[in-house]
C-alpha cells in the first residue's frame, strides 16, 4: 500500500530587474504541485495475545519484535516436575553453568548437555514436547507477566491451561544446590526468589518463531 502526498511550491513575488517597473510576475507566484508516493507502515504480521498454529508449534505469543514478524510464544500446557533430583548434601553438589538471566534457551542447552548420573525432570519433559520448547529463564517469564490477562485469555480460548500465581521453575540456577522459581502476577513482573533444585515446580515452557 502507498501514500499519496501532494506538494505545492509557491515562489515569492520580489522586485523586477527592471528598475522601472516593481512588484510580482507571473512566474514568481507560480503554484507547482508534485504527487509523492510515501509507502506506507505494514502491519505487525503478529501482535502479543495472537494464538500461534505454524510448523508443529503452537501456543499465545507474548513477545514480538519491532516488525512483529519474529517473537516469543508459551505453551498451552504444563506440568509439575523436579528440576533436578540431586538430593545430596550441598558440599557435593554442583552447578551445571545454567546462570543466564535473560537466556533461557542457553540455560536449558547447559542443562541437558551436563553429564550426571541424576536427572533433571522439569528440562527433560520440556525436551519431549519438541526441539523448540525450552524453560525460560527469569527475564523471560517476568516478559511474559507484562499482558498476562491478555496470554491468559487467549490461552484459554484456545483451549490451554491458563497461567496460575504458582511457584513456576525457570531455567536460572541460583548456585548448586538452589534454582530461581516465579510467581506470575497480571499486570507487571511478577517476582521470583529461589528455593532447592530438587523441589518440584509448575512447568510452563516457551519457544521462539
Known amino acids: 500500500m502507498m501514500a499519496m502526498a501532494i506538494v505545492a511550491l509557491v515562489g515569492c513575488g520580489g522586485e523586477s530587474k527592471d528598475k522601472n517597473k516593481s512588484g510580482s510576475s507571473d512566474e514568481a507566484n507560480e503554484v507547482v504541485t508534485y504527487t509523492l508516493d510515501i509507502p506506507e507502515k505494514a502491519e505487525p504480521l503478529y501482535n502479543v495475545g495472537d494464538y500461534y498454529n505454524q510448523d508443529g508449534l503452537s501456543g499465545v505469543i507474548f513477545w514480538v519484535d519491532g516488525d512483529g514478524e519474529h517473537g516469543l510464544l508459551v505453551a498451552m500446557s504444563e506440568t509439575r516436575a523436579q528440576w533436578c533430583t540431586d538430593d545430596r548434601m550441598p558440599s557435593q553438589r554442583v552447578a551445571v553453568g545454567a546462570s543466564h538471566f535473560a537466556d533461557g534457551r542457553a540455560n536449558n542447552d547447559a542443562v541437558l548437555s551436563h553429564d550426571a548420573s541424576y536427572r533433571f525432570p522439569a528440562f527433560e519433559w520440556c525436551a519431549k514436547q519438541g526441539d523448540a520448547w525450552y524453560i525460560p529463564a527469569v527475564n523471560e517469564m517476568k516478559e511474559l507477566c507484562r499482558n498476562l490477562g491478555t496470554i491468559n485469555d487467549a490461552i ?54
Open 156 to 209: 484459554k480460548a484456545n483451549g490451554g491451561t491458563p497461567i496460575s500465581q504458582a511457584l513456576y521453575a525457570t531455567s536460572t540456577e541460583k548456585n548448586s544446590c538452589e534454582c530461581y522459581y516465579f510467581v506470575a502476577i497480571d499486570g507487571g513482573s511478577g517476582y521470583h526468589h529461589y528455593s532447592d533444585k530438587a523441589d518440584s515446580y509448575l512447568v510452563r515452557p516457551i519457544a521462539a518463531f
